[in-house]
């Protein structure tokens, strides 16, 4: 005789980058296990693709690959509160003291910020040269080697395939239809403030952030913090 089945509420839950409505179950304890095992690895790469899968099997995604990583934390956070409770401990360093004072975060008072962030780049206001960007997915992450992430071939890469178009005063060139050589070209013609700007764009791309006051358990000063980036709420 077959056992029974459990009913597994679902949620509504907007995707930062467009808004669109999404369906999603909180995760269930097969994908709990798959979560634990990553993290108990200390592998980023693993942990990244656990979070990824977890997220392709409770959400209604049609394509997982066009997800910006903005929207892959939020939904990732969203998911953590309607699987395990709302409220995150964590432990924030007092900036007197230097202790790790425990505090509670509600996931429902974390939010996307700088959604309204202008991807318009002016290089040469002479000229009329900038560029448009876009946000790095999935996708883009994928595409470039995990060895090369964190060095200046990596970054290149990565700051290429966000470019969406390269314009001036008479033109709009379609960067998807450049080659990878030409791209890194053109960005190795940029001068320092040129492409400190376009650095400027990531630095301050949304993000999943949480502000608010704590006062320390052992000094007792009043402290301000800001969590910023997933990795930030599982510390």
Do not use: W
């Amino acid at each position: 005789m077959a056992l029974p089945k459990l009913n597994v509420p679902r949620y509504s839950v907007n995707l930062p980058s467009t808004g669109k409505k999404l369906s999603m179950r909180p995760y269930l304890v097969k994908e709990e296990k798959v979560l634990m095992i990553a993290l108990e690895s200390n592998d980023v790469v693993q942990i990244s693709n656990a979070v990824k899968d977890v997220i392709q099997s409770c959400y209604d995604i049609d394509d997982m690959d066009e997800l910006t990583m903005f929207d892959i934390e939020k939904l990732f956070l969203d998911l953590r509160g309607k699987s395990v409770g709302e409220n995150m401990d964590i432990k924030i360093k007092c900036k007197s003291c230097d202790h790790m004072t425990p505090v509670t975060v509600n996931v429902d008072d974390v939010n996307v910020s700088n959604l309204d962030q202008d991807r318009v780049i002016m290089l040469d206001e002479k000229t009329g040269v900038g560029v448009k960007m876009r946000y790095p997915t999935v996708k883009t992450l994928q595409g470039v080697n995990p060895e090369k992430l964190n060095s200046v071939e990596g970054v290149m890469e990565i700051i290429g395939s966000c470019m969406d178009t390269i314009f001036d005063e008479d033109n709009v060139y379609d960067v998807s239809g450049e080659s990878k050589e030409s791209i890194l070209d053109f960005i190795d013609t940029l001068s320092g403030d040129q492409f400190r700007k376009i650095q400027g764009f990531f630095k301050e791309s949304p993000a999943i952030v949480y502000g608010s006051k704590f006062k320390c358990e052992s000094c007792k000063e009043e402290n301000e913090f800001e969590l910023k980036g997933l990795n930030s709420f599982f510390s």
